[in-house]
């Protein structure tokens, strides 16, 4: 949590942690402290656990954040064309606060987009 709340601009912060340690949190706090234009990346072992993830960190961002338009929080398979392109659009522009999606996604399809 330290290396997190001090992590420098620009840097990168990888974190494994075994299941019970907060994993969670380190992925959900970043976006809520309000960073413009900075992305959070969870690489999640399913498409569930994606989905799951995204749907709370939507309603704490609206909850924090009510005016505020929000992009897809999980990228996988069962999106539609269009809610993909909004995805790739929002990491592009800097608006794409945190995105949930697996290895694959991240190391394949959104390689260019995130690097």
């Given at each position: 949590m330290r290396a997190l709340l001090h992590l420098?601009?620009?840097?990168?912060?990888?974190?494994?942690?075994?299941?019970?340690s907060g994993k969670s949190v380190m992925a959900?706090?970043?976006?809520?402290?309000?960073?413009e234009g900075v992305l959070t990346l969870a690489?999640?072992?399913?498409?569930?656990?994606?989905?799951?993830?995204?749907?709370?960190?939507?309603?704490?961002?609206?909850?924090?954040?009510?005016?505020?338009?929000?992009?897809?929080?999980?990228?996988?398979?069962?999106?539609?064309?269009?809610?993909?392109?909004?995805?790739?659009?929002?990491?592009?522009?800097?608006?794409?606060?945190?995105?949930?999606?697996?290895?694959?996604?991240?190391?394949?399809?959104?390689?260019?987009?995130?690097?």
């Amino acid at each position: 949590m330290r290396a997190l709340l001090h992590l420098p601009q620009a840097d990168t912060l990888i974190v494994d942690l075994p299941t019970g340690s907060g994993k969670s949190v380190m992925a959900h706090l970043p976006p809520l402290m309000g960073r413009e234009g900075v992305l959070t990346l969870a690489i999640v072992p399913t498409v569930a656990l994606a989905i799951d993830q995204a749907s709370r960190m939507r309603r704490m961002l609206a909850a924090r954040y009510p005016h505020r338009e929000m992009p897809p929080l999980a990228y996988h398979g069962g999106l539609k064309t269009e809610e993909r392109k909004a995805i790739r659009h929002a990491i592009r522009s800097g608006a794409q606060p945190v995105l949930f999606t697996s290895p694959e996604v991240a190391t394949g399809s959104l390689r260019d987009q995130l690097e």
